[in-house]
């Protein structure tokens, strides 16, 4: 019955050292108001400096966005009167934006569609207000860090597939380096503008959604406010442009002020910066910066390697663990590519990530990790050549990490090669042969009634007693085998 027009405003803090205006140091967890000086707290007499790595970090972003960059682009005030900016205004782009008219593709869930983005501009962030009862309590330090906002068109139609543009925004950010994504210290946030109207009428009247932390939140809220929109339009009422915010502790969205329009603002060029021109030495170290997307990845990652989707978005969760995965299907020797590829992914998503989980290493650190790709790679390819067991394969990785040395040292060290020799398992099955008299025999009785299901679970039994009889070394694939041989002969 309804259309549903979603937009987002989505704020990014960039990797800079120090603000986009001055020098003072960018860093988020410092004690307040420690990192501001004259010029972000809005003295009089002071002129802002234009940090040129936060308008290369913003360009990249743009260029990845499929944005056009502008042969001049330049800076206006947006006038507005809050505490957390001392001078009263902010300096921001309204007139020429650095990055415009560009796309991004979203994938996953069942959705697979292109979201327009409406334009990237710089501005310097505001300080951080804190409420305490009656109090209010202001920390300028984040005051002039360097912002980028990203505008999208009105292209989604569900809360779902704006959690899924922020999902996917933030990891393209951090494969690029140019920001940490952590919403929770407020490092990327968003804001969210939703419509609804009748199916064809075109737009609505216009809610925003203010400062949502979480993917998440942005879903919920999203869908939370399509639903309380249409159903007072179904009463007849009519819908309020207004300012609201998502209150996590009710599951609601609730009033906050009445939504600003941009004459309200009244932008003017910013007088004490100079218009930017790109020249081709700056678009050079932008293009340089730019790196293969996750979204990019992940598709190659499967038709390369043959991933299925889960395996894929995994391993692409960070770039530097999407690195890690490649570097060590490279090293691993004695199968197929794609069949190295599996056996990466599976030990990467499983014995990996939970030994850096339990570890506390982030994925994004990996490269530190002591069992680093080419250690790795070469567990999985003794594990291939029928050199060391997957058991003992697992305590070498464990080894590797704990003693910082490589797999054929702790092996020999630990006595741990596997024994591919027939003859030592042929030995072994002896041993068990005389132990485990009865469960042959039995095995035997079970055949000849045709009890395959029984046999089954017998020789995996006996199979066991021989690998226990090596300590886990013996060859499972030949002791299996020497132990079917032993029930069949008569």
């Known amino acids: 019955m309804y259309d549903t027009f979603i937009g987002l405003e989505v704020h990014i803090h960039l990797l800079t050292k120090t603000k986009v205006f001055c020098g003072c140091r960018s860093a988020f967890g410092d004690e307040p108001n420690t990192n501001i000086c004259p010029v972000c707290m809005g003295y009089p007499g002071v002129l802002p400096a234009l940090n040129i790595e936060a308008m290369r970090m913003s360009c990249t972003v743009a260029r990845a966005l499929h944005c056009r960059i502008p042969e001049r682009t330049w800076f206006d005030r947006k006038q507005y009167f809050y505490p957390d900016m001392t001078k009263n205004y902010q300096i921001s782009q309204f007139a020429s934006p650095l990055g415009q008219e560009g796309w991004v593709e979203i994938e996953g869930r069942n959705i697979n569609k292109k979201i327009r983005i409406r334009e ?147 932008y003017f060029a910013e007088p004490d910066l100079p218009v930017f021109i790109p020249d081709e030495q700056f678009l050079a170290k ?138 030592q398992v042929s030995l072994a099955l002896q041993a068990v042969c005389q132990k485990e008299a009865a469960a042959f025999a039995e095995a035997r009785e079970a055949k000849a009634a045709g009890n395959e299901k029984r046999v089954a679970t017998l020789s995996a039994f006996l199979t066991g007693k021989v690998l226990a009889e090596t300590h886990g070394r013996a060859n499972a694939e030949i002791a299996a085998k020497f132990v079917r041989e032993k029930i069949a002969a008569t």
Request: aromatic share 4%; glycine share 6%; with cysteine.
């Open 120 to 266: 990237c501009h710089l501005e310097e962030d505001a300080g951080k207000m804190v409420h305490t009862g009656t109090v209010s309590l202001l920390d300028y330090n984040r005051a002039g860090v360097s912002l980028l906002e990203i505008v999208t068109e009105p292209d989604m139609r569900s809360g779902e597939e704006a959690e899924l543009f922020i999902q996917q925004l933030r990891r393209m950010v951090r494969y690029l380096g140019v920001c940490d994504g952590n919403m929770e210290e407020g490092s990327l946030r968003a804001d969210a503008n939703i419509s609804i109207n009748i199916s064809g009428a075109g737009l609505g009247r216009k809610v925003e959604l203010k400062n949502l932390n979480s993917s998440r939140f942005v879903r919920l809220g999203l869908n939370y406010e399509r639903e309380r929109q249409a159903a007072l339009l179904d009463e007849g009422k009519t819908i309020i442009q207004e300012t609201r915010l998502w209150n996590e502790n009710r599951d609601r969205t609730e009033p906050m002020r009445t939504k600003e329009n941009a004459n309200d603002y009244r």
């Open 286 to 423: 932008v293009d340089a910066a730019l790196v293969e997307l996750p979204l990019e990845r992940l598709r190659r990652l499967k038709k390369e390697y043959g991933l299925n989707d889960e395996q894929a978005d995994a391993l692409c969760e960070e770039k530097a663990f999407a690195d890690y995965f490649e570097e060590t299907v490279k090293r691993i020797e004695g199968a197929e590519p794609k069949e190295c590829a599996q056996k990466a992914a599976n030990w990467i998503l499983g014995d990996i990530k939970h030994i850096l989980s339990k570890e506390k290493i982030e994925l994004n650190a990996i490269s530190n990790f002591k069992l680093n790709a080419s250690r790795l790679a070469s567990i999985i390819t003794m594990i291939i050549k029928g050199e060391l067991s997957g058991k003992n394969a697992k305590q070498t990785a464990l080894a590797v990490i704990a003693e910082d040395k490589e797999p054929a040292a702790i092996i020999e060290l630990h006595g741990w090669a596997q024994i591919s020799d027939p003859e």
